[in-house]
């Protein structure tokens, strides 16, 4: 319980069960004295306080601090009179909602340049609620780190593919919003069980496939509406390109990002998608292609069924969406990867050992994704289901109910309403190298392109608090940028 009273120097003061989260004495004093001892080894874009109470800290943060967010982590709900002082108040509850709040409202450049502190009298009143924040915020920026990794790996490629794809897409389409229910096919390994029932009620639904679910569905005999694919890498073009002509006419969502066949590009209806924070929505746009826009997420499977609520207003089923590591195949076989590294068994090394080893492999990307569906669970819950043949998942998604194939039959008895439709568009401008030539040009003179293709460094320079260190920053960007643009005219001319 939170009681108040006056200091002695007449400000407000408080205490937690008896327990003094300001100072009885002078409240301003000890926040100034605080704000002071801070140690901050570079220029913060944001600052955090766990709880700050009455917020007696805030006026010697930011004349600290002059350029940065000030953000609140609250415990309690008894100083909401003080939130709006602050850029922004976020109210902890569960662990893994404050770890995809912070991301969701920050993002990873941000985060991996932000000051974290708890204010020390709530440190002590609310001890295990501050626990809990803390590895919240390890979790969120451990995220973060590993975003930025990744982005800056894939920036290139990112860029690469964009350029191909705008340069070789031959039949792009469109989706109108059907009303019919809508199930989506992952390739975890409870997919297997389910493949006899999507073929049965096959005509109760549209069905999307996640790119490495198409391999075991075509291999089933079952053809999807709708293949989506975001995945810039290696390892996603060969879901793909191993299915070869049996999925040229399969229409495709693809993300102009994505890395996939040019076979696809040429042959196969394609609907272009794109984020609303990237490059290709500006290529597209030269190229005189309409897209749809995407929600970029850490899974494909967030993005499709993001899509999925947008193409209707009825339910979603989400079939071999297991998140969880397996004690054996980590896909429905036959999956690509497999197919590719199978080639590699033999006596010494045996397929049981490439089993084993995929089984003790760590699995935190699989954490994360799980975090994010548990913590828009509330939201995603009042119509997405995860279909199963009875499967024993080993985790829960929150509010996302878990339903078998006879719950199935009853929620959807027949098919109901129209499926999404295609549409195809006009052909794309014939003078499209140019137009994009032009559109690298702009971009590669603003400071998005160097956000955009090296975040790492970029966010290394901007939070560097001596001028020398911000200069060698500067140099090795300008190197690499060089290169890259050197690269993109290469690849422009082809």
């Given at each position: 319980?939170?009681?108040?009273?006056?200091?002695?120097?007449?400000?407000?003061?408080?205490?937690?069960?008896?327990?003094?989260?300001h100072?009885?004495?002078?409240?301003?004093?000890?926040?100034?004295?605080?704000?002071?001892?801070?140690?901050?080894?570079?220029?913060?874009s944001?600052?955090?306080?766990?709880?700050?109470?009455?917020?007696?800290?805030?006026?010697?943060?930011?004349?600290?601090?002059?350029?940065?967010?000030?953000?609140?982590?609250?415990?309690?709900?008894?100083?909401?009179?003080?939130?709006?002082?602050?850029?922004?108040?976020?109210?902890?509850?569960?662990?893994?909602?404050?770890?995809?709040?912070?991301?969701?409202?920050?993002?990873?450049?941000?985060?991996?340049?932000?000051?974290?502190?708890?204010?020390?009298?709530?440190?002590?009143?609310?001890?295990?609620?501050?626990?809990?924040v803390?590895?919240?915020?390890?979790?969120?920026?451990?995220?973060?780190?590993?975003?930025?990794g990744?982005?800056?790996?894939?920036?290139?490629?990112?860029?690469?593919?964009?350029?191909?794809?705008?340069?070789?897409?031959?039949r792009p389409?469109?989706i109108?919003?059907?009303?019919?229910?809508?199930?989506?096919?992952?390739?975890?390994?409870?997919?297997?069980?389910?493949l006899?029932?999507?073929?049965?009620?096959?005509?109760?639904?549209?069905?999307?496939?996640?790119?490495?679910?198409?391999?075991?569905?075509?291999?089933?005999?079952?053809?999807?509406?709708?293949?989506?694919?975001?995945?810039?890498?290696?390892?996603?073009?060969?879901?793909?390109?191993?299915c070869?002509?049996?999925?040229?006419?399969?229409?495709?969502?693809?993300?102009?990002?994505?890395?996939?066949?040019?076979?696809?590009?040429?042959?196969?209806?394609?609907?272009?998608?794109?984020?609303?924070?990237?490059?290709?929505?500006?290529m597209?746009?030269?190229?005189?292609?309409?897209?749809?826009?995407?929600?970029?997420?850490?899974?494909?499977?967030?993005?499709?069924?993001e899509?999925?609520?947008?193409?209707?207003?009825?339910?979603?089923?989400?079939?071999?969406?297991?998140?969880?590591?397996?004690?054996?195949?980590?896909?429905?076989?036959?999956?690509?990867?497999?197919?590719?590294?199978?080639?590699?068994?033999?006596?010494?090394?045996?397929?049981?050992?490439?089993?084993?080893?995929?089984?003790?492999?760590?699995?935190?990307?699989?954490?994360?994704?799980?975090?994010?569906?548990?913590?828009?669970?509330?939201?995603?819950?009042?119509?997405?289901?995860?279909?199963?043949?009875?499967?024993?998942?080993?985790?829960?998604?929150?509010?996302?109910?878990?339903?078998?194939?006879?719950?199935?039959?009853?929620?959807?008895?027949?098919?109901?309403?129209?499926?999404?439709?295609?549409?195809?568009?006009?052909?794309?401008?014939?003078?499209?190298?140019?137009?994009?030539?032009?559109?690298?040009?702009?971009?590669?003179?603003?400071e998005?392109?160097y956000?955009?293709?090296?975040?790492?460094?970029?966010?290394?320079?901007?939070?560097?608090?001596?001028?020398?260190?911000?200069?060698?920053?500067?140099?090795?960007?300008?190197?690499?940028?060089?290169?890259?643009?050197?690269?993109?005219?290469r690849?422009?001319?082809?």
């Open positions: 319980m939170i009681t108040f009273s006056d200091a002695k120097n007449g400000e407000k003061t408080c205490a937690a069960d008896g327990k003094h989260i100072s009885a004495y002078n409240p301003s004093r000890e926040a100034e004295s605080f704000v002071q001892r801070m140690e901050a080894a570079f220029n913060p944001a600052v955090f306080i766990i709880e700050p109470a009455l917020s007696y800290c805030l006026p010697f943060l930011r004349k600290r601090f002059p350029q940065a967010k000030f953000c609140a982590i609250r415990l309690v709900k008894d100083f909401a009179q003080s939130d709006r002082l602050w850029d922004i108040c976020i109210y902890a509850e569960k662990e893994n909602d404050l770890t995809e709040r912070l991301y969701a409202s920050f993002g990873e450049e941000v985060l991996c340049s932000s000051l974290f502190f708890a204010w020390p009298g709530s440190e002590t009143a609310f001890a295990s609620e501050t626990k809990n803390w590895q919240a915020i390890k979790n969120a920026v451990s995220k973060s780190r590993d975003v930025l990744t982005r800056s790996y894939f920036a290139k490629r990112w860029l690469k593919n964009s350029i191909r794809f705008c340069s070789y897409i031959k389409a469109l109108e919003k059907g009303s019919c229910d809508i199930l989506i096919a992952a390739s975890g390994p409870s997919l297997k069980d389910s006899p029932h999507i073929k049965e009620f096959r005509e109760r639904f549209y069905l999307i496939a996640l790119s490495s679910a198409l391999l075991p569905l075509l291999s089933y005999g079952i053809s999807p509406d709708l293949v989506i694919s975001t995945d810039g890498g290696y390892w996603a073009k060969k879901h793909l390109a191993l070869g002509m049996q999925s040229d006419g399969i229409p495709h969502a693809i993300a102009a990002e994505a890395a996939l066949p040019l076979s696809l590009l040429e042959k196969a209806p394609l609907i272009p998608l794109c984020y609303e924070d990237g490059l290709e929505n500006k597209l746009a030269a190229c005189g292609l309409s897209a749809m826009i995407a929600r970029r997420n850490g899974t494909v499977s967030g993005t499709a069924l899509l999925a609520l947008n193409l209707t207003d009825r339910q979603i089923f989400f079939c071999g969406l297991d998140l969880e590591k397996s004690q054996s195949f980590q896909h429905t076989e036959p999956n690509a990867l497999s197919l590719c590294n199978e080639i590699k068994d033999g006596r010494l090394r045996p397929k049981e050992s490439r089993i084993a080893a995929s089984v003790c492999s760590p699995s935190g990307a699989l954490d994360i994704y799980r975090a994010w569906f548990r913590a828009e669970s509330e939201r995603l819950g009042k119509r997405m289901f995860r279909l199963s043949d009875n499967y024993s998942f080993k985790n829960s998604l929150g509010a996302i109910k878990d339903i078998n194939w006879a719950d199935f039959e009853k929620k959807c008895p027949a098919c109901a309403g129209k499926k999404p439709a295609l549409t195809f568009c006009e052909e794309k401008d014939s003078s499209c190298s140019g137009k994009i030539r032009s559109v690298i040009e702009g971009f590669t003179k603003s998005v392109f956000r955009e293709l090296f975040p790492v460094e970029t966010m290394l320079k901007n939070r560097s608090l001596r001028e020398e260190e911000k200069s060698l920053y500067e140099k090795k960007i300008a190197e690499k940028s060089e290169e890259v643009l050197r690269e993109l005219e690849l422009i001319h082809e």
